[in-house]
């Protein structure tokens, strides 16, 4: 199913009914501030394991994961007064910050470290599936098994098939990763550069 939702302006009714989708446990694709993302709920672990299914990945590698907000974050991650003002002062934005998980986030979700990797991208659809649905959603991102990237969301739909429950036709991508940041113990590590700037963390 192509569902087109407004980028700029997501029609309420169509968030709704991709949530309803998430709420079953259905898998979704979704536009985000640097890739297409493949997501869930994740507090569904039927729904992360078939997500595992179709990016072929080892279950030791979790899931990074959107929240809606630095408020949001606080749930489900431990936020230091340093955490928060970096990422107070770079968020909404093309960043995965991995911070030490709260006990709200379900064991498959986080490292054998206990961390998780946390976005809030700079997409207005995906913040309001985020709201609307209550709980965060997985991103990873969907491209070709051999890492080839999608810009165009009907590519995405034939490549996917109905190992998808519904595809977000929600304007053009990017393509390219967010940078990957660890903020554990308040020392700040580029794990990854991507598309948001890392100089300030050099």
């Known amino acids: 199913?192509?569902?087109?939702?407004?980028?700029?302006?997501?029609?309420?009714?169509?968030?709704?009914?991709?949530?309803?989708?998430?709420?079953?446990?259905?898998?979704?694709?979704?536009?985000?501030?640097?890739?297409?993302?493949?997501?869930?709920?994740?507090?569904?672990?039927?729904?992360?394991?078939?997500?595992?299914?179709?990016?072929?990945?080892?279950?030791?590698?979790?899931?990074?994961?959107?929240?809606?907000g630095l408020k949001n974050i606080s749930h489900y991650a431990k936020v230091s007064n340093y955490a928060y003002k970096t990422m107070r002062r770079l968020l909404p934005g093309p960043y995965t910050f991995i911070l030490e998980g709260s006990k709200l986030v379900p064991k498959i979700m986080l490292t054998q470290r206990k961390t998780a990797g946390i976005r809030v991208p700079n997409n207005s659809i995906c913040l309001a599936l985020v709201n609307e649905l209550g709980n965060p959603i997985i991103t990873t991102s969907a491209t070709m098994s051999d890492g080839t990237i999608f810009h165009n969301s009907s590519l995405i739909h034939d490549y996917f098939g109905n190992r998808i429950d519904a595809v977000i036709d929600g304007s053009i991508v990017p393509g390219r990763p967010s940078s990957v940041i660890s903020l554990i113990n308040d020392i700040p590590e580029v794990i990854r550069e991507g598309m948001g700037d890392v100089r300030i963390f050099e």
């Open 1 to 68: 199913m192509l569902i087109n939702i407004n980028a700029h302006n997501p029609q309420p009714r169509l968030i709704e009914k991709v949530v309803e989708i998430l709420k079953k446990g259905g898998v979704v694709i979704y536009p985000t501030d640097t890739n297409y993302g493949i997501g869930c709920d994740i507090m569904n672990k039927k729904a992360i394991e078939r997500i595992y299914q179709i990016k072929q990945r080892d279950k030791s590698k979790p899931f990074s994961f959107i929240c809606s």
